[in-house]
Structures are given as structure tokens and as C-alpha cells.
């Protein structure tokens, strides 16, 4: 049964990172793109509106993921599962309808909708750690997982580009790639309701409530077994996303790269990414602890965030796979640390709330991101949420350096 279930979960997070993947090289440029303003209004004042938009679906994961955690450890992870994708179908369709009007409005009413609702990926993470028997099992699993993240960010970007290309149709606009990824969600949502197996049996009773969101982000950085690691995960992660979503603004500031160029060079990324963390992560776990081995990849992989904004377009296309092939190793073993370190009955919890910390990054990133564009030179302001994410990643990096392994479990069953 694991390993029908898993090939799943496999499937079910790719095709959820297949319409992700659509619609990634759109969101941070969609100003661009189209005008959504009327004259008169400054770059900088459109500069801190998109650190919003962006910052949107994180900030509404951050409330919703650790309560669909809790709530997944409760009734099981199918029927949450199920919810995040109905979620995630109906943010692509009112962000497309949002485009459609120009209306701003409902393009941040899209991504609150999807990001609340966006505890799919946890959820799934959590249906992994209940099938997976050892740390070392869980450390491969996860980086398959890992691996559909890649690949679906082959797929998603290449059908994106292909959807927004008016060159192959005169159909196809900046509104199609969000229609296909609300059919990819539809499509996913069916096969999760029809075809994956309950993998929590062992269900609890926990009470659950929107503080229960504050009460955990305060545990995570004061639970003194586990404080380290969720302070290197927000770090590296506060960083990292600087990179991801402002990396699309950097392409086509310097590079002038068109919307479906930009999706292409992110097929090209993700091709490494699956090599990183469907081959090479689940080699490596085999050998070194995950600890250890984000002791090793995180320093070259702040070295690298920074020289990305030094070099030409030939040496990004060099770069960027030993960059992919670095950060392949962060969230695997991130959150084989997590789960490794706390009881089976909690691992729903833990990711959950692993997950709240990453979205409080991603939150805080594009805010932040929105901002550091209109300091120095407008003109080449693009440039500077990428120089901030290498020092945050650098400084994650210096934490990771004293995390240390629980030797007995933790339970979140005393704090209920």
C-alpha cells in the first residue's frame, strides 16, 4: 500500500505544482504585463502594491496552513487535502477574471482565497511522514516529493508559456495560463477524492482555533529542542523567497526577457531541481544526516543568490542548475529534521507549523521585496531584494551551524 500511496502523493503534489508552476512567471510581472492603473501613478508606488499582491497568499497560508495541519491530524488528510484543491482551482479562476477586469481588487481576493485554502502541500508532506517508516526513509520520500516540485516547474512553466504566447494562438492571452491551472487543480481534486487511501488512522481531538496560528509560531522559536531549526528555516527561507519572487522582476529588468521567456527559463530550472531532489538528495541521504548536509549546501547556496546579479545571460544559464542543485537539499531535509524530531501522532502538527514559518517568510518577503526596490536607484532597484536574500540565507546558514537532533521525540499532545 506505501508505495501505491506514495507514487499518489507523488502525482497529486506534481499536478498541484504543475498549475502552480503555470502561473509563477506571471504573478510578479502581471503589472507589467497589463496596465492595472490609471496615469499619474509612480514605479515606486506600484513597486510596494506588488510586495502586497505577492505577500497576500503567503500571509492568508500562514493563518490557514497550521489550522489545516491541526485539523488534518483530527479527521485525516484526505478530506483537508481535498478542500486545499477546491481552494487553489477557485483562486486561478477569480485572479483570470481579475486580469479579465483589470480589477486589482480581485486579484488579491484570488490569492487570499488560494492561500488560505493552500495547506495542500503540508497536508500531503504529513500523509509522507505517516507511511514513511525512518528518518531515512522520510529524508527520500520527502526529495521525491522535492523531485515533483522540480518537475512540475518543468511542466507548469512550459505550458504557461506556450498559453501566453500570442505568436502560436491569437486565443491565447495572459488570462489563459490561469484557466489551465484552474483545470489542472479540478483535475487533481478528482483524483485525490477518488484514488488516494487515508494514510492517518491514528486520529486525535485537538481543539482548533485562529490563535492556535500565534500560539505555534510562538512555540516554534521557543520550543528550546527545535528553536534553532525554525529559526534557520525562516532565515533561509526569508531569503530564499526574495530570490523566487523577485527573480521574474530581475529577468526581465535586466535581461528585458519576454513573460513566455521568463517561464521557459524557469523549465529550465526545474529540470535541475528534479535531477537535485529526485536523484541526488535521496543519494546523499543515504550517506550523510540531514542536518549535516545543510550545513554543507547552505553556504554556497547564499554565495550563489548574490553572484546571480553579477553575471551575464550566458553564465546564468551555467549558474543557475548549480544553484537549483544546492537549494534542491534545503527543504527535504528542513523538513526531515521536523519530522524526525516529534511523535507520529504530530506530524501533521509539526509540518504545519513548519509551514506557518515558511509562509510568515513569504509573507514578510515580498513586503519587504517591495520595498527594497525603491531604495538607491529605481532603475536598477530589481537587483536589491536578490542582494538581501543572499545575506539572509548566509545568516540561516550560521544558525544551521549549531542545530542540534533531539534525542527523545516531542509530542504536542500536552499542549492540546
Same mark, same amino acid.
Do not use: C
Given at each position: 500500500?506505501?508505495?501505491?500511496?506514495?507514487?499518489?502523493?507523488?502525482?497529486?503534489?506534481?499536478?498541484?505544482?504543475?498549475?502552480?508552476?503555470?502561473?509563477?512567471?506571471?504573478?510578479?510581472?502581471?503589472?507589467?504585463?497589463?496596465?492595472?492603473?490609471?496615469?499619474?501613478?509612480?514605479?515606486?508606488?506600484?513597486?510596494?502594491?506588488?510586495?502586497?499582491?505577492?505577500?497576500?497568499?503567503?500571509?492568508?497560508?500562514?493563518?490557514?496552513?497550521?489550522?489545516?495541519?491541526?485539523?488534518?491530524?483530527?479527521?485525516?488528510?484526505?478530506?483537508?487535502?481535498?478542500?486545499?484543491?477546491?481552494?487553489?482551482?477557485?483562486?486561478?479562476?477569480?485572479?483570470?477574471?481579475?486580469?479579465?477586469?483589470?480589477?486589482?481588487?480581485?486579484?488579491?481576493?484570488?490569492?487570499?482565497?488560494?492561500?488560505?485554502?493552500?495547506?495542500?502541500?503540508?497536508?500531503?508532506?504529513?500523509?509522507?511522514?505517516?507511511?514513511?517508516?525512518?528518518?531515512?526513509?522520510?529524508?527520500?520520500?520527502?526529495?521525491?516529493?522535492?523531485?515533483?516540485?522540480?518537475?512540475?516547474?518543468?511542466?507548469?512553466?512550459?505550458?504557461?508559456?506556450?498559453?501566453?504566447?500570442?505568436?502560436?494562438?491569437?486565443?491565447?492571452?495572459?488570462?489563459?495560463?490561469?484557466?489551465?491551472?484552474?483545470?489542472?487543480?479540478?483535475?487533481?481534486?478528482?483524483?485525490?477524492?477518488?484514488?488516494?487511501?487515508?494514510?492517518?488512522?491514528?486520529?486525535?481531538?485537538?481543539?482548533?482555533?485562529?490563535?492556535?496560528?500565534?500560539?505555534?509560531?510562538?512555540?516554534?522559536?521557543?520550543?528550546? /529542542?527545535?528553536?534553532?531549526?525554525?529559526?534557520?528555516? +525562516? %532565515?533561509? =527561507?526569508? @531569503?530564499? &523567497?526574495?530570490?523566487? *519572487?523577485?527573480?521574474?522582476?530581475?529577468?526581465?529588468?535586466?535581461?528585458?526577457?519576454?513573460?513566455?521567456?521568463?517561464?521557459?527559463?524557469?523549465?529550465?530550472?526545474?529540470?535541475?531541481?528534479?535531477?537535485?531532489?529526485?536523484?541526488?538528495?535521496?543519494?546523499?541521504?543515504?550517506?550523510?544526516?540531514?542536518?549535516?548536509?545543510?550545513?554543507?549546501?547552505?553556504?554556497?547556496?547564499?554565495?550563489?543568490?548574490?553572484?546571480?546579479?553579477?553575471?551575464?545571460?550566458?553564465?546564468?544559464?551555467?549558474?543557475?542548475?548549480?544553484?537549483?542543485?544546492?537549494?534542491?537539499?534545503?527543504?527535504?531535509?528542513?523538513?526531515?529534521?521536523?519530522?524526525?524530531?516529534?511523535?507520529?501522532?504530530?506530524?501533521?502538527?509539526?509540518?504545519?507549523?513548519?509551514?506557518?514559518?515558511?509562509?510568515?517568510? /513569504?509573507?514578510?518577503?515580498?513586503?519587504?521585496?517591495? +520595498? %527594497?526596490? =525603491?531604495? @538607491?536607484? &529605481?532603475?536598477?532597484? *530589481?537587483?536589491?531584494?536578490?542582494?538581501?536574500?543572499?545575506?539572509?540565507?548566509?545568516?540561516?546558514?550560521?544558525?544551521?551551524?549549531?542545530?542540534?537532533?533531539?534525542?527523545?521525540?516531542?509530542?504536542?499532545?500536552?499542549?492540546?
Amino acid at each position: 500500500m506505501n508505495r501505491k500511496t506514495l507514487t499518489l502523493l507523488f502525482f497529486t503534489v506534481l499536478i498541484n505544482m504543475v498549475g502552480l508552476g503555470i502561473i509563477i512567471p506571471f504573478v510578479p510581472i502581471i503589472f507589467k504585463l497589463k496596465n492595472f492603473f490609471p496615469p499619474g501613478y509612480s514605479a515606486q508606488h506600484i513597486n510596494i502594491i506588488l510586495g502586497f499582491l505577492l505577500a497576500a497568499y503567503p500571509l492568508a497560508q500562514f493563518f490557514g496552513a497550521p489550522l489545516l495541519g491541526r485539523i488534518s491530524d483530527n479527521v485525516g488528510r484526505k478530506k483537508i487535502l481535498s478542500l486545499s484543491l477546491f481552494g487553489s482551482m477557485l483562486g486561478y479562476l477569480i485572479f483570470a477574471w481579475g486580469i479579465y477586469q483589470s480589477s486589482i481588487a480581485l486579484l488579491f481576493v484570488s490569492r487570499i482565497v488560494d492561500g488560505f485554502t493552500g495547506g495542500n502541500i503540508s497536508v500531503a508532506m504529513a500523509s509522507i511522514a505517516d507511511i514513511s517508516a525512518d528518518e531515512k526513509a522520510k529524508v527520500r520520500n520527502f526529495g521525491m516529493i522535492g523531485a515533483a516540485f522540480g518537475l512540475g516547474f518543468i511542466i507548469g512553466p512550459a505550458i504557461g508559456g506556450i498559453l501566453s504566447d500570442t505568436t502560436i494562438s491569437p486565443y491565447f492571452t495572459t488570462v489563459t495560463p490561469f484557466v489551465a491551472a484552474a483545470v489542472v487543480s479540478l483535475i487533481n481534486l478528482v483524483m485525490v477524492a477518488f484514488a488516494l487511501p487515508e494514510t492517518h488512522t491514528q486520529r486525535t481531538h485537538r481543539k482548533v482555533s485562529i490563535n492556535y496560528t500565534f500560539v505555534n509560531i510562538k512555540r516554534a522559536f521557543t520550543f528550546k /529542542q527545535l528553536k534553532t531549526v525554525f529559526v534557520a528555516l +525562516f %532565515l533561509v =527561507n526569508l @531569503g530564499w &523567497v526574495l530570490f523566487e *519572487y523577485f527573480f521574474q522582476v530581475f529577468l526581465y529588468g535586466k535581461f528585458h526577457l519576454l513573460s513566455s521567456h521568463i517561464a521557459y527559463l524557469f523549465v529550465y530550472l526545474g529540470f535541475w531541481i528534479v535531477l537535485s531532489q529526485g536523484y541526488i538528495v535521496r543519494k546523499v541521504s543515504h550517506k550523510i544526516s540531514a542536518d549535516k548536509i545543510l550545513k554543507i549546501t547552505l553556504l554556497p547556496t547564499a554565495i550563489l543568490l548574490m553572484t546571480v546579479i553579477f553575471v551575464d545571460k550566458t553564465i546564468l544559464y551555467f549558474l543557475l542548475p548549480v544553484l537549483a542543485i544546492f537549494t534542491g537539499f534545503t527543504q527535504p531535509n528542513f523538513s526531515a529534521i521536523l519530522s524526525d524530531s516529534t511523535e507520529k501522532h504530530s506530524q501533521g502538527e509539526i509540518l504545519g507549523i513548519r509551514q506557518s514559518v515558511v509562509s510568515a517568510a /513569504q509573507a514578510i518577503a515580498p513586503l519587504a521585496g517591495g +520595498f %527594497l526596490m =525603491n531604495v @538607491g536607484n &529605481v532603475a536598477k532597484g *530589481y537587483q536589491n531584494p536578490l542582494i538581501a536574500g543572499s545575506i539572509l540565507a548566509l545568516v540561516g546558514w550560521l544558525f544551521i551551524l549549531y542545530v542540534k537532533i533531539p534525542k527523545q521525540k516531542i509530542s504536542f499532545a500536552e499542549n492540546a
